[in-house]
């Protein structure tokens, strides 16, 4: 049976829309089936790129019917009622459209390949000043990180970075609100000029400029891909990007689910290896279409069967596990859900809970999040050409993205699955994760040994410093000092390395001293330890 129903919403809040007003309205169309399209499985090169096809080859994921882009006919058939195709859906078999006349959709409704509609959003065009602003919807050697160097060095990502492991070769699709000044922004300059924005597409408004929209996508590629020497280096400085716009910052409506899954099938079709959405949905302008706990079982939401595709054809999905943690929702949100998605929670530079961060378990029972990234004092690009700290699981999951692109880079016989599974194992919880950190910090050099087999050896974290607070002098004691040679650095809160460093030698080590501590200003510092085979950081106070 068709489903025809038109919300009742679609008569309300007229008050406020005036007589040169325009009113908009975006519907999903499902279809039953892609019965005389004239696409094949065994030609796949008409609808995906030879990178994505590869994909599929190396990991021996076959080629489907959800791989079929949306019957064409089916297309032709609505613009022939006079409604504008905004974008299609081949996995959930679908079309997205607008018209400012909610009628048109009784006659689409009654077509014979339509199984069901549904209204996504309604828009009020303003003729003149009303038009509504975008609002942030976020506060605010080897490489030399700058800022940037607490949030890559809790997990040893400086390390892959020594190795020559900065994710060339990788593709990263992120998919945000906008990428405000990113074509002009210094913490992209060397993206541009070595081509590695691949290129750009707006689902909201189709053939917007991306670059003309919300800063947070902008703030999320610098996380990621920015590159200013002593003030920001990002987790994969290396990695080529594609950004798409999926999500309206000015509103919160399901259409963006329905953006995202259309976004996420074209990375899929350009062949991107990882996508990072700094996204998450629960909650609606409209509250009729909120969520319950209960739709966060890995399987109900539209854009959690969405991202679950995207990652049964080979693409590793990372998501923001949501900002909810100290709010009524308190549990993860869509599509960090998904079983087979890496959902980030937050946590500070020094491995603390943030207690915004959202919280599991996904309604199933799943263990969510899957891990933790730095989300509060993070630094980023901002719109007015400096570096400064943000605050968010918006923030956690690029590094989380990066710093897998770099991981996967130096091991490309992987699955994605297997990607989750070696960062999962290499995290500072695993084997007892919880539902407010998952399985931990991930730690790439412990990943590292992993896949290579090496023995994985780093100071235990019974380990101590002290007298701390310090004035001149501090002791570190341990037990797993065997190596002839111990690298110390000490960083300040901000990720700035300072003077006292220094290399020790000797073997079978239980303590060694670090002197001069008096030429340090009082406050919170890092102290870096890096062994043959591992490094950790610890922080202590100067009075």
Known sequence: MKNTFISILFILFVNNVNSQDSIIHKFQVAFTDKDGTPFTIENPSEYLSERSIERRSRFSIPITESDLPVNPAYIDALKNLDVKVLHTSKWLNSAVIET????????????????????????????????????????????????????????????????????????????????????????????????????????VKPGNNVYREHDHGMSVLSIMGGNIPGELIGAAPGASYWLLRSEDGSSEQKIEELNWVAAAEFADSVGADIINSSLGYSEFNDSLQNYKYDDMDGNTTLVTRGADMAASKGILVVASAGNSGNKDWFYIIAPADGDSVIAVGAVDPFMNYVPFSSHGPTSDGRIKP?????????????????????????????????????????????????????????????????????????????????????????????????????????????????????????????????????????????????????????GIYILKITTENASHTVKFVKK
Not at 106 to 127: A, G, K
Request: charged letters at 15%; aromatic letters at 10%.
């Open 100 to 203: 400012p006349d909610s009628s048109k959709i009784h006659p689409i409704s009654e077509l014979s390949f339509v199984s069901s509609t549904m209204h996504l959003s309604r828009n009020v065009i303003y003729s003149g000043s009303k038009r509504k602003a975008l609002t942030d919807k976020f506060g605010y050697e080897s490489m030399d990180y700058g800022l940037a160097a607490a949030q890559i060095m809790l997990h040893q990502g400086d390390k892959l970075h020594d190795w020559g492991f900065t994710g060339q070769d990788m593709v990263i699709a992120v998919l945000d609100a906008g990428f405000y000044y990113v074509d002009s922004l210094r913490a992209f300059d060397s993206l541009r000029l070595n081509g590695q924005i691949l290129g750009t597409k707006d689902f």
């Open 370 to 522: 899957n891990m933790v990234a730095t989300g509060s004092g993070t630094f980023v690009q901002r719109i007015d050409g400096s570096i400064g700290p943000g605050a968010g699981t918006s923030f956690s999951a690029p590094i989380i993205s990066g710093l897998a692109a770099c991981l996967w880079q130096k091991f490309p016989e992987l699955s994605n699955y297997e990607i989750i599974k070696t960062l999962e194992q290499s995290s500072s919880l695993y084997p007892y994760p919880d539902n407010t950190m998952g399985y931990g910090a991930p730690n790439l050099t412990v990943a590292n040994d992993i896949l290579t087999g090496h023995s994985v050896t780093i100071p235990p974290e019974g380990y101590t410093i002290y007298p701390n607070p310090a004035e001149s002098v501090i002791f570190v004691s341990g037990s797993s000092y065997t190596e002839h040679l111990i690298q110390y650095d000490i960083y300040d809160l901000t990720g700035r390395k300072t003077n006292l460093c220094g290399l020790i030698t000797g073997k079978d080590m239980t303590e060694f001293e670090i002197q001069s501590l008096d030429k340090l200003i009082p």
